[in-house]
């Protein structure tokens, strides 16, 4: 009968532990969902890869990012454009490539091996992935072309600003 009296309490101990622990991560979870929301998120998810400035005459900066695929759109990429714009106003002269996967994306040591040249290892993938270019010419002229469809292969050129000369 002791032995039942004492199994009892024990269970009765336990389950107000548990029902404690319980309400405890139920706060926690409470605390970190509303501290999430105050936080930024960006509504486009990308990541620079490649960010360099060319030393020419007319400085160039040259950037590589890699973007999902499923957001990949005329909308998304104007959005990822005016971010890269308002983060690096300088050099004038910007050229921005977007990536849809990373096999389309030089590694470091490609990069280095091929910075004098041209190559064509990549030209395979030119079709299989959607891909972005964006220009910013030194006169303040925009333009980009984009990947509107893969079969059949099919881009489209936006000019954003078109000065005249």
């Known amino acids: 009968m002791k032995q039942i009296i004492l199994l009892a309490i024990i269970l009765v101990f336990s389950v107000s532990i548990s029902i404690g622990q319980t309400d405890e991560d139920q706060k926690l979870k409470d605390y970190l969902k509303r501290r999430s929301e105050v936080q930024y998120y960006a509504p486009v998810r990308y990541v620079i890869v490649y ?7 007319i400085p ?17 990429l104007e959005e990822v454009f005016q971010l890269i714009k308002k983060r690096f106003p300088l050099p004038m002269s910007l050229d921005i490539t977007v990536h849809t996967n990373l096999a389309t994306i030089e590694t470091p040591e ?40 893969l079969s059949p292969y099919k881009e489209k050129l936006i000019v954003l600003n078109d000065i005249e000369f």
């Open 60 to 76: 160039e900066r040259r950037m590589d990012i890699l973007m999902d695929e499923k957001q990949f759109n005329k909308e998304n």
């Open 110 to 149: 490609e990069f280095e091996m091929l910075k004098d040249s041209v190559d064509s290892r990549f030209s395979h993938t030119y079709s299989k992935y959607k891909k972005a270019s964006y220009s910013r010419w030194e006169n303040g002229r925009e333009a980009y072309n984009y990947t509107i469809s």
């Open 51 to 57: 960010n360099w400035i060319l030393d020419k005459s």
